[in-house]
């Protein structure tokens, strides 16, 4: 009889332990998502990576579309050359105008397609990284919530478009959200960086006017010693004439 007990909770023990080493070794589930280089500040520019898995075993990511906000638009929206991958950036007009920086901007961005070029695209148990430079951020919002359409070799298409709601848990398939830093002063970025090259343009100028100077200076005092020399030598000679005499 208590034998029996004994093999029943080892197997119920083994039972659990077999349940758990499949839990942890399941793979965990990864969705496409957008991350910035460093900061995206609202009323800035920014460089974002919109980061697709593989989660197939036999197909590879052959295309990705991302759907830009249309209650944020965004004017300018540039991609970085991929290596094997074409590129195709959409725009519209706007029935509203936007005026970013004293300007006018009639059309923005709505969507941009990658395209495997040589059909291998991203393969089973890789990752693949999709750069754009965007902006101006809204000032307006603190996110950005983009859909994303995931296409595999084998024409089978996942839809990464539900928007996660706060206070709820993540949706099977949620969408790529940019979260957004608060605002800073320089925008551009360039700001800073004109000052700077203003003041090492200053200092270099500095620089070579004291180099100049210093070499100006360097200059007259060996002429003044040379004058000074000859000076000396002649006056040494006509000294020794007249002892002499």
């Given at each position: 009889m208590q034998a029996s007990r004994i093999a029943s909770r080892v197997t119920?023990?083994?039972?659990?332990?077999?349940t758990?080493?499949?839990a942890l070794s399941a793979p965990a589930f990864a969705h496409v998502s957008v991350q910035p280089e460093g900061t995206a500040a609202k009323g800035g520019y920014a460089v974002v990576d919109f980061k697709v898995p593989n989660e197939r075993d036999n197909?590879?990511?052959?295309?990705?579309?991302?759907?830009f906000p249309a209650d944020?638009?965004?004017?300018?929206?540039?991609?970085q050359p991929l290596p094997g991958w074409n590129v195709q950036v959409t725009k519209v007009k706007l029935d509203k105008p936007l005026t970013m920086h004293g300007e006018k901007i009639d059309e923005a961005v709505t969507k941009v397609t990658w395209t495997a070029a040589d059909g291998k695209g991203v393969q089973p148990g890789y990752f693949q990284k999709f750069?754009?430079?965007?902006?101006?951020?809204?000032e307006n919002t603190d996110q950005l919530v983009f859909k994303a359409l995931q296409t595999y070799s084998d024409k089978e298409v996942v839809r990464w478009i539900?928007?996660?709601?706060?206070?709820?848990?993540?949706?099977?398939?949620p969408a790529p959200v940019l979260q957004?830093?608060?605002?800073?002063?320089?925008?551009?970025g360039t700001a800073n960086a004109k000052e700077t090259a203003d003041k090492t343009e200053t200092a270099a100028a500095a620089t070579d006017s004291?180099?100049?100077?210093?070499d100006t200076t360097a200059r007259v005092l060996g002429i003044v010693g040379i004058v000074v020399g000859a000076a000396g030598v002649a006056y040494g000679v006509f000294a020794g004439r007249r002892r002499t005499a």
């Open positions: 119920a023990a083994t039972a659990v332990a077999g758990a080493v499949l197909a590879s990511t052959t295309k990705l579309e991302v759907t944020h638009p965004l004017a300018s929206v540039m991609p750069p754009l430079s965007i902006g101006a951020l809204p539900e928007a996660p709601q706060a206070g709820q848990d993540e949706p099977e398939n957004l830093s608060a605002a800073s002063d320089d925008h551009h004291g180099s100049h100077d210093t």
